[in-house]
């Protein structure tokens, strides 16, 4: 990887990770508890708060992404590409094996009463190698095989992007315009690759003109707030009414990545102007956020479970007060096992859980 690294942190940028993470915590606490407990089935209401959490969170991965381009470009440039692949490796692959072989085994007794019911016959290293190359040990799993593959473009996103000022840069960035992701139960797809490549790319494309960009947007900012704002209005409805995409190009999903990235552009715009006023939290989730990504929905699906068992006729303003109970819970629990982790095995927490 050629060129003098630019800047070796950026507290906004660790910030703003911190923030993402609650947007996609926040994208499984309501929607989960909405599905377990089977009211999106039986309850018409229940879809105003369905479109209402799905506007906000849905699409915080694109958070990720754009954040790992913009690192690419910004941060790590200058490291050599043997360097850079071991640094995914050890913080990225390993962590993620072992969540998926630990999630796997946990799940085993389950895998093994399905199989049976179905007359099949299974093994743990099939299994755990499927979940492995499919993302399937637990629902968020998947965004790593994806991310996995970017890293594996990325030598030649960078030569891309020193061609004609990084035009072919922007030209992936809109991709996700005409190509759109698949969404449950079928997350992982060539189409998911190419919607997380054009967040990726705009990361790397943005990470070399960031103060340019963070500029614009403080130049700009009733506009960008304005495609915000009318962009979440739109998802908001199209959650409400059911859109179901159809073909490559979902209304829903495009409309979910032009809200996303202005939300992007509009929180680094302003956590870099507060940079020195910004809570400790939003640092402290950045440092743990991908420990936070691997342990979160766990502890979220158990609490759905056990609240379904105690309380199975719940209803919607039951849900809507539960779902921030979940959320709270299922953030603040993972982050003090991650610290109480990280605290007991020092540097080697992060072949466990990537901090």
Do not use: C
């Not at 377990?36 to 039986?42: D, K, R, V």
């Not at 403080?218 to 959650?239: E, I, Q």
């Not at 719940?314 to 953030?331: E, F, I």
């Amino acid at each position: 990887m050629e060129g003098p690294a630019k800047s070796a942190f950026l507290g906004y940028l660790h910030a703003f990770r911190g923030v993402a993470i609650l947007v996609i915590m926040g994208a499984h606490a309501w929607s989960g508890l909405g599905f377990m407990s089977g009211l999106q089935e039986h309850d018409p209401d229940y879809i105003w708060l369905y479109a209402t959490t799905e506007a906000l969170f849905h699409g915080g991965t694109l958070f990720f992404a754009l954040i790992s381009g913009i690192l690419v470009t910004r941060v790590l440039r200058g490291m050599p590409w043997k360097a850079f692949y071991r640094n995914k490796f050890r913080h990225v692959i390993v962590p993620y094996v072992f969540t998926s072989t630990l999630l796997t085994a946990i799940a085993w007794p389950e895998i093994l009463a399905w199989a049976e019911s179905q007359h099949m016959e299974v093994n743990f290293p099939t299994v755990l190698a499927t979940n492995l190359v499919t993302g399937q040990a637990e629902l968020q799993l998947w965004y790593i095989p994806v991310l996995t593959v970017l890293f594996l473009l990325t030598p030649l996103l960078e030569r891309l992007l020193r061609l004609r000022d990084g035009a072919y840069m922007l030209v992936l960035a809109a991709l996700p315009l005409v190509v759109s992701r698949t969404v449950y139960p079928d997350l992982l797809s060539l189409k998911t690759l190419v919607y997380f490549l054009g967040a990726y790319g705009l990361g790397m494309y943005l990470g070399e003109r960031l103060d340019a960009m963070l500029r614009f947007v403080t130049t700009y900012r009733a506009g960008v707030l304005a495609v915000f704002a009318a962009s979440l209005a739109v998802n908001f409805l199209l959650f409400r009414w059911g859109y179901v995409p159809e073909g490559f190009v979902s209304s829903q999903q495009l409309v979910v990545y032009i809200n996303k990235i202005a939300a992007a552009l509009l929180l680094l715009q302003w956590l870099q102007a507060h940079e020195r006023h910004i809570p400790k939290v939003f640092h402290t989730l950045g440092t743990y956020a991908f420990s936070l990504y691997f342990l979160h929905f766990t502890l979220m699906w158990r609490l759905d479970a056990l609240l379904v068992k105690y309380e199975p006729e719940l209803t919607v303003p039951q849900v809507a007060a539960a779902g921030l109970v979940v959320y709270l819970l299922g953030a603040g629990v993972p982050l003090l096992l991650s610290m109480g982790l990280k605290k007991l095995l020092g540097r080697h927490s992060r072949l466990l859980i990537g901090v």
